[in-house]
């Protein structure tokens, strides 16, 4: 496209906050871009549309914009503008679909496949991380591409199962492509950048927040012809993905399990109202066969099998060669007890209630945590955090790192 209007986009993304509901009514009340930066609505509707945003819209200064171009070209991540015919036609279709999509990878153009996402909760047994990986794999293998948000737990076991399989696999993140977030995930972001592709609404350098997290939910949702919840409890980030499908009428997939599981709340919840139950690939493909055929054939002719010695063990190898290396030692503990072993270090009788939370979380957690990450898992309020996460640093309990990023000590 043009790179006037695409840096008008730009520009109106960066005076909106990068909030899709104003940049929406820019759109929808204003005439769009390049509209507003031309100045063609009137003064009191652009405030009354822009609030706070009204004089850095007044400004008509593309040096922002130009900035984020050049870290762009410089990062090789491409820019889809919603009037590119690569713009995925069902997230086009939402009510407030991004202006324009930052992605990096591969250059997959969404619309020639069928793209189903696949979400659940970041803490779940082994039984339900291999059952999804799994699952995911069979999907893959039947054409299909897998959507995620490559948050640890079951959306980093559906981007498994997909790379398992040969397959395509997109993930959504709440910040920058070019930011790793949760850390931990490095090597599934290289994995993917090689075999699939990595999307955001937000710029490069921009860290996830937690609106961010909700706003990203809609994406995956918008831009998949179904979703299946893998996992999630009735209030978690999963729910907002699910009723983003409901609201874009999305066909909606569950996983059932059991009614004493608090990780199958949300699918049971679903199911009840109507979801379809999935036990396994065929519960899924069944249903877009015949709608769909000629989607799922390109995607299968586009599968291409890692090498045998190339098994795309991420997680599991880590732990193999922990479990090597501690053989050597003595005996091989399980991840369940090395959590156990990392809390009985503390006395958690000097520790306040939302302390305790949080060193409790930290010790069931691999490796450096973000303070957002905290701040979702614990459910506690971000002020609480901010000051504990203050205090615990001064007892020496836990060291900050860069990009707030904290480990224990």
Known sequence: MEKDKLLKSLWLNIACG?????????VTELGGAEAVFDGKPSHRDMERVLGAAYPTALEKDLSGAERILRDCEDKGIRLVHISDDNYPDLLRNTPAPPQILYA??????????LTVAVV????????????????CKDIADSGAVIVSGMARGLDARAHLGALDAGGFTVAVLAGGVDIVYPASNRELYEKILKRGMIISEQPPGVRGRDYFYQERNRIIAGISSGVLISGGGEHS?????????????????????SPTDDGAALPNE?????????????????????????LLDR????????????????????????EKDKGKAGKIKSAAETAEDKMSRYD?????????????????????????????????????VNSSVVLLQLKGIIRQHAGNLYTLE
Not at 106 to 112: A, F
Not at 125 to 132: H, I, P, Y
Not at 299 to 322: L, Q, R
Not at 354 to 362: G, L, Q, R
């Open 18 to 26: 990068h909030r899709p509901s104003i940049i929406q009514k820019c």
């Open 104 to 113: 990096a990878g591969l250059d997959i153009n969404l619309n020639e496949y």
């Open 120 to 135: 659940g909760s970041r803490e779940a047994s082994s039984d339900k991380l291999g059952f999804t990986r799994k699952l």
């Open 237 to 257: 980030g999963t729910a907002i993905t699910a009723k983003y499908a409901q609201m874009y009428d999305r066909d909606i997939f569950a996983v059932p399990g």
């Open 270 to 294: 679903l199911i009840r109202d109507g979801a379809a139950a999935v036990l396994g690939y065929d519960d899924i493909i069944s249903e877009y066969a015949d709608r769909f055929g000629a």
């Open 299 to 322: 995607g299968a002719a586009a599968i291409v099998k890692p090498p045998k010695d190339e098994n795309i063990e991420i997680f599991e190898n880590k732990s193999k060669n922990k």
């Open 348 to 384: 958690f009788s000097k520790f306040g209630p939302i302390e305790a939370k949080i060193v409790k979380y930290m010790c069931k957690s691999d490796g450096a945590v973000h303070i957002d990450e905290i701040i979702r898992n614990t459910e506690l309020k971000t002020s609480d």
